[in-house]
């Protein structure tokens, strides 16, 4: 089948074998989004004179029936089709003839590909914001109904002052209010436009780049064209951080139900359905989904290292080099929504061990306490320290278990309600309805 760049010579079949490589498996994602920039291009094609009224009115409607042909994962990239371009742009031309083929005035499949991946990504992370959420809603439930519950915390591995899982719950709750901070930032420098860059230089047709940017619900464009193209690599690896971010946070708390669920602390316990057995030893009931997202989400965050060795050494301007991004970019974002929807999962039903504190083997938690007691007491901390120290060597010591923390954020005044309160802020500076309003139009 002939490609949209090919004149007299016909291309190699191992070359363009290894040239498309993943690419049409890649562009199915990003057939909808395709379909919705090019009917942002046509509107402006009309308005510029380079589209008639009618023939406009024609391809939106054809272009409609390929949007939800695409939305019904119907759409496929026939073989000999070199990419999603070449497919919607032939679609339309066999429907409608040579009309199909003036959808691709003043633009170039270099500034199509880049549309398109901010389209996709934008609705992955709001995907990822959303899921993101979820899990905080419910560590942030569960800090406050298990707020007195105490729990060993550590330092070095090595039991040290009291904590509780009010805290332990609420601490992953902010880090991905943190995490969502990044995703904000991601997600403003996703939602520009660079449609009209066409291959990295402009166009000598009078693109109207304002119109095209408002009907995609873009907060601004990317202004300069070369820039435009300068950004493929940049946007992913952006958007990669946020990802890795809060891959980072879900790999922890991981890592802290692996550990808290094992029989030598035995801190919380997952529901038996929640577990897997083994096939030799009958009586384990293992943490496998924990143990499968820490594997995921460290996987993920690796993702920006992987985008940054892929552009690390490109000057400005295009290079095939930037499609191999798809291949590492575009799954990561269902890979940590699954492991997200997982984690809230479990959270939501995990068993917690109220009595953990009551094992003598935690008694040196409450230390700190006893020095603080007898400072508070008018005893100098050098020799409040020394004094309890003394007794631990001497096994005289003898705990109070009493806490008594009343400082922000400590164990008895942990601002959930503040937390709660900066994530909502983050969560308010997205333009998601924006965007969904404006695809909502550009599809009547």
Known sequence: MTKLWEKSTQVNAKIEAFTIGRDREMDVFLAKYDVLG??????????????????????????????????????????GVEDVHSQVEMLLTRKLGDIGKKIHSGRSRNDQVLVDLKLFTRTEIAKTVSAVTGLFDVLISQSNRYKEVLLPGYTHLQVAMPSSFGLWFGAYAESLA???????????????????????????????????????????????????????????RTVANALASVAATVAKLAFDACLFTSQNFGFIRLPDEFTTGSSIMPHK?????????????????????????????????????????????IPAFAELTDCLEMTTLMM?????????LKDSRYDYLFSVEEVNRLTLSGVPFRDAYKQVGLEIEAGKF?????????HQGSIGNLCNDEICAYKNDVIAQFTFKKVSDAEIKLLK
């Open 398 to 406: 003898s705990p109070v278990k009493a806490i008594h923390h009343t």
């Open 348 to 356: 939501a039903q995990v068993e917690i061990n109220t009595d953990i």
């Open 38 to 79: 090019s009917m942002a291009h046509i509107r402006m094609l009309e308005s510029v004179g380079l589209l008639q009224s009618d023939e406009l009115d024609s391809l939106l409607n054809e272009l409609k029936n390929i949007y939800h042909l695409a939305a019904e994962g119907k759409f496929e990239i026939e073989k």
């Open 285 to 329: 009931k293992n943490p496998d989904v924990f143990e499968l997202t820490r594997a995921k989400c460290n996987k993920i965050q690796s993702l920006p290292q992987q985008i940054m060795m892929i552009t690390n050494n490109l000057p400005s301007g295009y290079f095939r080099d930037l499609q191999i991004i798809k291949e590492v970019f």
């Open 178 to 236: 943190d995490d969502l901070q990044l995703l904000l930032s991601a997600w403003k420098i996703t939602n520009r436009n660079p449609l009209g860059s066409a291959a990295g230089y402009g166009s000598s047709f009078p693109l109207n780049r304002q119109l095209t940017t408002d009907l995609l619900g873009f907060d601004s464009m990317n202004y300069n064209v070369v820039y435009a193209q300068m950004g493929r690599g940049k946007m992913e």
